[in-house]
């Protein structure tokens, strides 16, 4: 596993510059990325193009041995270029103009930006495609990030008239498929539709989703486009994107697809303060992040590009953007950077280099202060290099269980939630984190992804199953879970005519004939757990596998499949997988809620998350008496732990 950091070498006097490689190279680092945000600097004046400091700056970091990670600066089109051609503004979903003055103004479907975003690739990728130093891509820089990958613009509202065009037949069908005769919404050409923003209630769902379908094509052309320009002219390099946390406002498995490589960008403490997590949670893991985060995310990108992935930003101390940015304990960013190694990455990159003194991000730490001097994560980013050095290759993890994600899912239940806490994400996240607390090996997979080698098979929910993938679930020699919502609605947003969970009841005889979401507080108890959120009423002859206490059925099997009737917590989860891993004669190894576990070739590292020692030996046979190569039986917070299991 290589080791990068993101650097901006237009923020600095080019006499640091060679300083600051040694440094790196003396740190164990050998990747440089830069570039996402340098156009203005590149190209100061429409078509006056300034190569010479970003050619010293290349040279410069090859003279002491980096490899560069160059990026396309589109995600940051320069003043000149937004005063040309002003409707190439994205707008928000009320309509408002996201304006320039910071970054990801543009709007994904202006064609004319298109075409800039291709002239500015084309020449960076003319100018370095064939350099030596220049070992990979990045394209753009987190599609999406500040809430950007759907626009309102006048420009999105014309190709999406054509999107859909192309996708229905013609008006009549297309009026039939959203149910337009509902609320007199029937159109007389596709000419006539507008965007699913600004009405004065809901949106049509129908609408809604096509519309978010659409906009996740865009983002899918907009890259692919850059993608065919560097593989045009930089052969032989991987092209990467870094994608984000807990972001599902586009196909990811989708774009993955014209990628060699899928990067994530890693902030786990950010992460754990900006979403849904208690408050208990935000406080015990405020140091350290919620054990899943980092791991929920390296799982899901690994399967995104068979099985190829970096770490292209890391946290390396307190970060500017969250609602309250505390300091990692010290320990983890080694922690994190071990825990990618364990999960297979080929790269962790540190954002950033040093702290920029200036700007909006001048609160953001980077391995370096403003004046040069070590931050923390210096320090631990030196000892590790040491450390992956002497551990080599990690190898890869066996596969026992597959979690399949849906970007598409998630779409559904953002479309129509039916309650406040109704989000498939969280749904995902919470059934992947009982599998890991129960110490599986997860890999999270697309809904088309090959499931037959795998000993368990989780899918959080698939609202909109066809009957072909039942049948590829019911033909598994596995144990699989199919959770509330699955088969609810038709390809078109329609409660399907034989009533959810539709195609599933070929195989699994029940019907779901209610369904009621629940705020806080109102839960239905069962035998050692609860039901909150979401439940289902169901009909069926099958008898219940579980029940509520009042005597409602919740989880039905018949044959291979299960299907879970209700939004589970923790010990509901638990006691699922226990009983599927028992069918599938997988051992389970029940971890204490802090301490993560995770097996590469015939290595198993271990990792505490939480504020007090963690005593292996109480929970892992033989862990007292076995040699390690990294720590050993007493976990420390922050600790990690690694051995052979030979
Ligand atoms: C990422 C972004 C970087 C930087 C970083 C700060 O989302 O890609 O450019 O803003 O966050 O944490």
Redesign the pocket.
Known sequence: MHLGV?YYPEHWPEDWWADDARRMAEMGISRVRIG??AWSRIEPEPGRFDWGWLDRAIDTLARHGLDVILCTPT?TPPKWLVDAMPDMIALDVAGQPRRFGS?RHYCFSHRGYRREAARITAEIAERYGAHPAVIAWQTD??YG?HDTALSYSAAAATEFRHWLARHHTDIDTLNRAWGNVFWSMEYRSFAEIGLPNLTVTEPNPAHVLDFQRFASDEVVAFNRAQVEILRARSPGRDIVH?F?GFFTQFDHHAVSRDLDVAGW?S?PL?FLEQFWFPVADKLRYARTGHPDIAAFHHDLYRGCSNGRWWV??Q?PGP???AGFNPAPLPGMVRLWTLEAMAHGAELVSY??WRQAPFG??QM?TGLLRPNCSDDVGAQEVGGVAAEIARLATAGAAPQPVALVFSYAADWVFGTQPQGRSVRYLELAFAMYSALRQLGFDIDIVAPDADLSGYALVVVPSLPMIDAATVDRLAALACPVLLGPRTGSKTADFAIPAILPPGPLQAHLPLRIVRVESLRDGLVHPGDGFVVSRWLEHVETALPAEISLDDGRGIVFAKGNLRYLAAWPDAALLARLFTTMAADAGLAVTPLPADLRLRRAGDRVFAFNFGPDPIDLGLWLPGAAARDYLLGGADLPPAGVSVWTTQ
């Open positions: 993101c996402e945000f995600a970054r820089n987190e990030c870094n984000m960008d902030y950010g292209m930003e946290q970060v500017n953007w954002f950033r909006q991000e953001h």
